[in-house]
């Protein structure tokens, strides 16, 4: 059973460009959550989906950043305009169950590391 | 919302005994987690209390305290591979919120 795989694993734009990214949830997956790392930080919260629904999207910034995760395919984290603070390492993360509630376990891809110039 | 204390760094040679603690504030409680991250990769899940007392797990042992809103993690028989960023996360509702992070650094 695959584990969560995030692509691409490192992405450099330029200020003004947009950044996908994408994250596929191991299978039987569908809960899935966005978290934004900065270096010599903690995880931060971003997004919460389940299948074709933002659940909670407190954590993201009101501009320019969106995040879908449509009925087929894999959850999109999309950024636009990127400017320098964006840089950061995105993780994803997903869970048969609600994360909170039931086993405080999420399984975490790799991160995509964005790096804006 | 949710806020998280942990100490940022320890330092401690092999074959020793580490305790990361782990105070917290939160509403909609349900759990504590703990989770290893080497070298910025993959976060990796450890373990999880949702009721007061000390669960183990081989070398790692984790406790939890919901009366004093506190938790420790562990690491025993201290290995060089235990070198890594640990972080305890407050299950609330449906997410988990994650603190910043203690860098463990195991010397030999």
């Known amino acids: 059973n695959a584990g969560v795989m995030q692509n691409p694993r490192h992405l450099v734009r330029r200020r003004g460009q947009e950044a996908r990214l994408r994250c596929s949830p191991m299978?039987?997956?569908?809960?899935v959550y966005w978290y934004r790392q900065l270096p010599e930080e903690g995880l931060k919260f971003m997004v919460y989906?389940?299948?074709?629904?933002?659940?909670?999207e407190s954590g993201m910034p009101k501009e320019r950043f969106s995040a879908e995760f449509p009925k087929e395919g894999p959850s999109i984290l999309r950024i636009q305009q990127v400017v320098r603070g964006d840089s950061a390492a995105y993780f994803c993360?997903?869970?048969?169950?609600?994360?909170?509630?039931?086993?405080?376990?999420?399984?975490f891809g790799e991160g995509s590391r964005l790096t804006v110039l | 919302g949710q806020s998280l204390e942990q100490p940022s760094e320890v330092t401690a040679v092999e074959g020793a005994i580490v305790q990361i603690n782990c105070t917290y504030q939160?509403?909609?409680?349900?759990?504590l987690s703990w989770y290893q991250q080497h070298d910025g990769g993959a976060p990796t899940f450890l373990s999880y209390?949702?009721?007061?007392g000390l669960e183990e797990t081989g070398r790692f042992s984790s406790f939890l305290s919901r009366s004093d809103s506190y938790g420790y993690l562990l690491l025993q028989e201290l290995q060089m591979k235990d070198s890594a960023s640990y972080f305890c996360?407050?299950?609330?509702?449906?997410?988990?919120?994650f603190g910043a992070g203690t860098t463990v650094t195991v010397r030999a």
């Open positions: 993360a997903s869970s048969p169950t609600q994360s909170g509630q039931n086993t405080g376990e999420l399984f």
């Open positions: 299978k039987g997956h569908s809960h």
């Open positions: 989906l389940q299948k074709e629904n933002i659940i909670d």
């Open positions: 939160t509403s909609g409680f349900y759990g």
């Open positions: 209390n949702a009721l007061d």
């Open positions: 996360a407050v299950g609330n509702d449906y997410k988990l919120s």
